[in-house]
């Protein structure tokens, strides 16, 4: 007892607590990196870099890919910093009618997967170029040109469509904290509200229009499923459907090099929009009585906006699943609405019938692939929150030199890794044996440790809200009883956090059941999920099977939404007036 | 000159402002003195255009700015007044320059005349020397500095203040007022300024109204608040310490002690601190009181005892130990008297 006392004496407090998270994130984070960058650059293999840099083969391999990329990337960043920062101006700012139901609208894009919108889109667009039947055009008779159907510019659109929501989230949050009286002191010199909107509020939240759109762009750049939905049939690639490609016809050091690349691109973009608002002062607004800002008035202009406001939001959010509900019934996307038949959701196996596929409730894959998702997103939710818990604790009441630092970086790293990459380090690392232990690959197991890691920044970002909103004086109350660490996270924190945590659960949860880029290289035969069972339906070209399935991830990701929302209250600062 | 006629202020049913008169001359320093929710952020904000009254006229010189019968409104740039934001309200992207210059700009003059006009108001609150930093960058007082520059650079003629030195530590406040005086002074403009602050008020203030609930209790000079409150909102509200007010019952101090200056009155006779005294022992016009505190100010002491649960507050001579029971020595005659509802009667 003395010892021990005497040894506690001595280190610091919570230093073992630091390096067991740090042990963690090395092995979730920090080992998979590694191993893809050690595995390019053994002997044997570091060829792949040239094959990929410079070579022949390179400009198919990646200065298309990479190109096409990064034009996806900076077109999906200003696309969504002006339609969300339009919308959050609207909602925010102005006197505009049916703002909370904007705000709300707009904030649920982020909610349907991007493979739901993409195949929305198809069922409207799709033209014959690629075989199959046309979309909803088509079958009214008019000719949808190959540009829009296939290939950049609707990728681009469902891709904006998608991640405006987050582009609107961080502008709104951010000029909510527009301090009414910088307006308003604006407002006494005389300047015009157009003066007073382009010279004080803009600048303002510059940093955030920057922040969403670096944002937008990573995200952008490592979306699979639009880019693998609508470019791949007319050989448009990305780098994400690049590396998936190689990886999926075994030439794994091409692909390893590619995630590389990916990641690297990914990083210089968001490096520079942090150099961007590095490079300004920190426009945290000095704090006093905050004062009622005023909002602008509309005038004339208060009808058309508000329209325009509604139809961007329900274009987005409502009509994607009412074409989804209808296209998993119409036997023909191109008469959408007539000859609705339940065979795409519980038929027999008919031979006359979409060559013999079942109805999705009636294929076994589809069953086993319900129960595994959902286990799946259960067991990820419940690790990465565990997880983020003790590193928020970590981080916020026993900071080490050194160690915080690096514990923060790593759980904050898999924010800027693409999915795809991701997924490809976890195969680099955990797909063979590790001395004693048996590869991974094929197993929940690999699923589960790369989803749990994908997750961690959004889970340690809510551990910290949480605990950060308990005072540390609440914790030092009970460590004055002599309560030990875990009896006090049981006793004080989880009590005090759980509501919080619940939501926080339950949002991770929607994010792992309506992931593809992750697992769609992790995922056998044996470890079906229903985002990777929509996606081979879309690819072998049944599109209401996808669709039906598409539709059962999204009730049962909405159900979960919901009731995060609920939990959660109204935390939308923006929408008080 | 600033007039103010039967101003009234409604926020969606609730009665913030209401019935407000009060006229004060070219120059004058305005002080509107109460507790928070009193409505004198309401009526400061209604003099810059930030509100608009929903009863009542506004006039600054011959000119209506607000005028509730007309539903008429000027616009806050054009009325020729600033405003000091409680919070500061600086501008974060824009340097301490650029802060003072932005209204000259908007006010559409030219390089030359803003440049030294910007110069100008920097060097009379001694900025000019943090003119390239950013607001995030500077101590809160430098910040409250940069405020009035620019408040005052476009030549205001009313200078608008809400509560602008609450957010500084007690040294710099005892400065800035100084300051704030010194820049009025060299402006000739008119003040409004809004303060729950009463030092602020008796040592700037050329008048004050003293508001409480939405309404004026008393406009006067800040001398004459001391010397002959209105009310006992009032009495309790002004002075370091403020008055005594003791409860009287039919003429009886207490309502146990009979003093004819009472007049046979209920309610609260005013004693201030400096006209009683403490007793060395019991007699027939003192009271007994339990020591609470002791204050030491400007060589004398601030007694203050519990006398039947009421404070009771007298500046004493008083030296050494303070015994354990004080007795207090009425004044011949209280200075005021207050009906229970507060009232002045005498």
């Given at each position: 007892?003395?010892?021990?006392?005497?040894?506690?004496?001595?280190?610091?407090?919570?230093?073992?607590?630091?390096?067991?998270?740090?042990?963690?994130?090395?092995?979730?984070?920090?080992?998979?990196?590694?191993?893809?960058?050690?595995?390019?650059?053994?002997?044997?293999?570091?060829?792949?870099?040239?094959?990929?840099?410079?070579?022949?083969?390179?400009?198919?391999?990646?200065?298309?890919?990479?190109?096409?990329?990064?034009?996806?990337?900076?077109?999906?960043?200003?696309?969504c910093?002006?339609?969300?920062?339009?919308?959050?101006?609207?909602?925010?700012?102005t006197?505009m009618?049916?703002?909370?139901?904007?705000?709300?609208?707009?904030t649920?894009?982020?909610?349907?997967?991007?493979?739901a919108?993409?195949?929305?889109?198809?069922?409207?667009?799709r033209?014959?170029?690629?075989?199959?039947?046309?979309?909803?055009?088509?079958?009214?008779?008019?000719?949808?040109?190959?540009?829009?159907?296939?290939?950049?510019?609707?990728?681009?659109?469902?891709?904006?469509a998608?991640?405006?929501?987050?582009?609107?989230?961080?502008?709104a949050?951010?000029?909510a904290?527009?301090?009414?009286?910088?307006?308003?002191?604006?407002?006494?010199?005389?300047?015009?509200?157009?003066?007073?909107?382009?010279?004080?509020?803009?600048?303002?939240?510059?940093?955030?229009?920057?922040?969403?759109?670096?944002?937008?762009?990573?995200?952008?750049?490592?979306?699979?499923?639009?880019?693998?939905?609508?470019?791949?049939?007319?050989?448009?690639?990305?780098?994400?459907?690049?590396?998936f490609?190689?990886?999926?016809?075994g030439?794994?050091?091409?692909?390893?090099?590619?995630?590389?690349?990916?990641?690297?691109?990914?990083?210089?973009?968001?490096?520079?929009?942090?150099?961007?608002?590095?490079?300004?002062?920190?426009?945290?607004?000095?704090?006093?009585?905050?004062?009622?800002?005023r909002?602008?008035?509309?005038?004339?202009?208060?009808?058309?906006?508000?329209?325009?406001?509604?139809?961007?939001?329900?274009?987005?959010?409502?009509?994607?699943?009412?074409?989804?509900?209808?296209?998993?019934?119409?036997p023909?996307?191109s008469?959408?609405?007539?000859?609705?038949?339940?065979?795409?959701?519980?038929?027999?196996?008919?031979?006359?019938?979409?060559?013999?596929?079942?109805?999705?409730?009636?294929?076994?894959?589809?069953?086993?692939?319900?129960?595994l998702?959902v286990?799946?997103?259960?067991?990820?939710?419940?690790?990465?929150?565990?997880?983020?818990?003790?590193?928020?604790?970590?981080?916020?009441?026993?900071r080490?030199?050194?160690?915080?630092?690096?514990?923060?970086?790593?759980?904050?790293?898999?924010?800027?890794?693409?999915?795809?990459?991701?997924?490809?380090?976890?195969?680099?690392?955990?797909?063979?044996?590790?001395?004693?232990?048996?590869?991974?690959?094929?197993?929940?197991?690999?699923?589960?440790?790369?989803?749990?890691a994908?997750?961690?920044?959004?889970?340690?970002?809510t551990?910290?809200?949480?605990?950060?909103?308990?005072s540390?004086?609440?914790?030092?109350?009970?460590?004055?009883?002599?309560?030990?660490?875990?009896?006090?996270?049981?006793?004080?924190?989880?009590?005090?956090?759980?509501?919080?945590?619940l939501?926080?659960?339950l949002?991770?949860?929607?994010?792992?059941?309506s992931?593809?880029?992750?697992?769609?290289?992790?995922?056998?035969p044996?470890?079906?999920?229903?985002?990777?069972?929509?996606?081979r339906?879309?690819?072998?070209g049944?599109?209401?099977?996808?669709?039906?399935?598409?539709?059962?991830?999204?009730?049962?990701?909405?159900?979960?939404?919901?009731?995060?929302?609920?939990l959660?209250g109204?935390?939308?600062p923006?929408?008080?007036? | 000159m600033?007039?103010?006629?039967?101003?009234?202020?409604?926020?969606?049913?609730?009665?913030?402002?209401?019935?407000?008169?009060?006229?004060v001359?070219?120059?004058?320093?305005?002080?509107?003195?109460?507790?928070?929710?009193?409505?004198?952020?309401?009526?400061?904000?209604?003099?810059?255009?930030?509100?608009?009254?929903?009863?009542g006229?506004?006039?600054?010189?011959d000119?209506?700015?607000?005028?509730?019968?007309?539903?008429?409104?000027?616009?806050?740039?054009?009325?020729?007044?600033?405003?000091?934001?409680?919070?500061?309200?600086?501008?974060?992207?824009?340097?301490?320059?650029?802060?003072?210059?932005?209204?000259?700009?908007?006010?559409?003059?030219?390089?030359?005349?803003?440049?030294?006009?910007?110069?100008?108001?920097?060097?009379?609150?001694?900025?000019?020397?943090?003119?390239?930093?950013y607001?995030?960058?500077i101590?809160?007082?430098?910040?409250?500095?940069?405020?009035?520059?620019?408040?005052?650079?476009?030549?205001?003629?009313?200078?608008?203040?809400?509560?602008?030195?609450?957010?500084?530590?007690?040294?710099?406040?005892?400065?800035?007022?100084?300051?704030?005086?010194?820049?009025?002074?060299?402006?000739?403009?008119?003040?409004?300024?809004?303060?729950?602050d009463?030092?602020?008020?008796?040592?700037?203030?050329?008048?004050?109204?003293?508001?409480?609930?939405?309404?004026?209790?008393?406009?006067?000079?800040?001398?004459?608040?001391?010397?002959?409150?209105?009310?006992a909102?009032?009495?309790?509200?002004?002075?370091?310490?403020?008055?005594?007010?003791?409860?009287?019952?039919?003429?009886?101090?207490?309502?146990?002690?009979?003093?004819?200056?009472?007049?046979?009155?209920?309610?609260?006779?005013?004693?201030?601190?400096?006209?009683?005294?403490?007793?060395?022992?019991?007699?027939?016009?003192?009271?007994?009181?339990?020591?609470?505190e002791?204050?030491?100010?400007?060589?004398?002491?601030?007694?203050?005892g519990?006398?039947?649960?009421?404070?009771?507050?007298?500046?004493?001579?008083?030296?050494?130990?303070?015994?354990?029971?004080?007795?207090f020595?009425?004044?011949?005659?209280?200075?005021?008297?207050?009906?229970?509802?507060?009232?002045?009667?005498?």
């Amino acid at each position: 007892m003395t010892a021990r006392a005497g040894l506690r004496a001595r280190l610091p407090a919570g230093l073992g607590l630091n390096l067991g998270v740090l042990a963690l994130l090395a092995l979730l984070v920090a080992a998979p990196l590694m191993t893809i960058l050690m595995q390019t650059l053994d002997p044997e293999r570091i060829g792949a870099w040239s094959d990929v840099l410079a070579s022949p083969l390179s400009r198919n391999l990646f200065w298309l890919p990479a190109l096409n990329t990064m034009a996806l990337g900076l077109g999906v960043a200003a696309g969504c910093v002006l339609i969300g920062g339009f919308l959050a101006w609207l909602v925010v700012m102005t006197d505009m009618p049916f703002r909370g139901l904007v705000g709300f609208l707009a904030t649920l894009p982020f909610m349907i997967p991007s493979f739901a919108t993409a195949l929305a889109w198809g069922t409207v667009f799709r033209n014959g170029r690629v075989g199959g039947g046309g979309g909803l055009l088509e079958g009214m008779g008019i000719a949808v040109p190959d540009a829009l159907a296939w290939g950049m510019t609707p990728t681009m659109i469902v891709l904006i469509a998608h991640y405006y929501a987050l582009g609107f989230t961080v502008i709104a949050a951010a000029l909510a904290t527009v301090n009414g009286d910088l307006v308003e002191a604006a407002q006494m010199t005389g300047a015009s509200r157009r003066r007073v909107l382009f010279g004080i509020v803009l600048p303002v939240v510059m940093p955030a229009l920057i922040a969403g759109g670096s944002l937008c762009f990573a995200g952008a750049v490592s979306n699979f499923a639009a880019p693998a939905l609508l470019g791949l049939p007319v050989r448009m690639q990305t780098l994400s459907t690049r590396l998936f490609g190689m990886i999926e016809i075994g030439q794994v050091e091409r692909g390893y090099v590619l995630a590389i690349l990916l990641i690297g691109l990914s990083a210089v973009f968001l490096a520079l929009g942090n150099r961007l608002l590095a490079g300004r002062r920190s426009f945290a607004t000095i704090s006093g009585k905050g004062g009622r800002a005023r909002r602008f008035a509309l005038g004339r202009a208060r009808g058309p906006l508000t329209a325009l406001a509604l139809l961007i939001c329900l274009v987005t959010t409502i009509l994607p699943i009412l074409l989804l509900i209808a296209a998993s019934l119409a036997p023909m996307a191109s008469s959408l609405f007539s000859g609705w038949t339940l065979h795409f959701w519980i038929g027999e196996a008919d031979p006359a019938f979409a060559r013999g596929q079942a109805g999705i409730f009636n294929n076994p894959q589809l069953l086993r692939a319900l129960t595994l998702t959902v286990a799946i997103g259960a067991v990820v939710a419940f690790l990465a929150n565990v997880i983020g818990i003790l590193v928020a604790v970590a981080l916020t009441r026993h900071r080490l030199r050194g160690i915080s630092e690096a514990v923060s970086q790593l759980s904050f790293l898999p924010m800027l890794l693409p999915g795809i990459a991701f997924g490809a380090a976890y195969i680099a690392l955990y797909g063979a044996p590790i001395g004693p232990l048996p590869a991974l690959y094929g197993t929940s197991v690999l699923l589960a440790l790369a989803l749990t890691a994908a997750m961690l920044p959004f889970a340690v970002q809510t551990g910290r809200a949480t605990v950060a909103q308990i005072s540390g004086d609440i914790d030092e109350a009970a460590r004055l009883t002599g309560a030990g660490f875990f009896r006090r996270i049981g006793a004080i924190t989880l009590p005090l956090a759980s509501r919080g945590l619940l939501a926080s659960l339950l949002l991770c949860f929607v994010n792992v059941i309506s992931d593809l880029a992750i697992v769609v290289l992790l995922y056998t035969p044996t470890t079906p999920l229903l985002s990777v069972l929509s996606y081979r339906y879309a690819s072998d070209g049944f599109h209401q099977f996808a669709n039906a399935v598409t539709l059962v991830i999204l009730s049962i990701s909405t159900l979960a939404a919901g009731l995060a929302t609920l939990l959660r209250g109204r935390n939308r600062p923006w929408l008080s007036s | 000159m600033i007039t103010l006629s039967h101003l009234g202020k409604t926020f969606g049913g609730a009665q913030a402002v209401s019935d407000i008169s009060l006229t004060v001359p070219e120059g004058a320093f305005l002080v509107l003195l109460g507790p928070s929710g009193c409505g004198k952020t309401t009526i400061l904000r209604m003099l810059a255009g930030l509100e608009h009254p929903t009863a009542g006229e506004i006039r600054f010189g011959d000119t209506a700015v607000a005028d509730a019968s007309r539903g008429y409104v000027m616009e806050p740039g054009s009325r020729n007044a600033g405003l000091v934001f409680q919070s500061y309200a600086l501008w974060p992207h824009m340097t301490v320059a650029g802060n003072v210059d932005w209204p000259l700009r908007v006010a559409n003059l030219g390089r030359e005349e803003r440049r030294a006009r910007a110069a100008e108001a920097m060097e009379m609150l001694g900025v000019a020397g943090l003119a390239a930093r950013y607001p995030g960058e500077i101590s809160g007082g430098q910040q409250q500095r940069v405020a009035i520059a620019r408040m005052i650079a476009p030549r205001p003629r009313v200078l608008l203040f809400d509560e602008p030195l609450s957010n500084l530590d007690a040294t710099l406040r005892v400065e800035m007022r100084t300051e704030l005086m010194r820049v009025h002074r060299a402006t000739g403009a008119t003040a409004v300024y809004v303060t729950h602050d009463q030092i602020e008020a008796m040592t700037m203030a050329t008048h004050v109204a003293v508001m409480n609930g939405g309404r004026i209790e008393q406009f006067d000079p800040p001398e004459r608040l001391l010397s002959d409150p209105a009310s006992a909102f009032v009495a309790r509200f002004i002075g370091t310490p403020p008055a005594n007010l003791i409860p009287v019952q039919a003429g009886a101090w207490f309502g146990r002690m009979p003093d004819p200056a009472l007049r046979g009155a209920t309610g609260h006779g005013m004693v201030r601190a400096e006209d009683l005294a403490l007793a060395d022992a019991p007699g027939p016009d003192t009271f007994a009181a339990q020591p609470v505190e002791v204050v030491p100010m400007a060589g004398r002491r601030l007694v203050t005892g519990l006398a039947e649960g009421q404070r009771v507050t007298a500046v004493t001579d008083l030296a050494g130990p303070v015994p354990s029971e004080l007795h207090f020595r009425l004044p011949p005659a209280p200075a005021a008297i207050f009906d229970p509802k507060g009232n002045r009667l005498s």
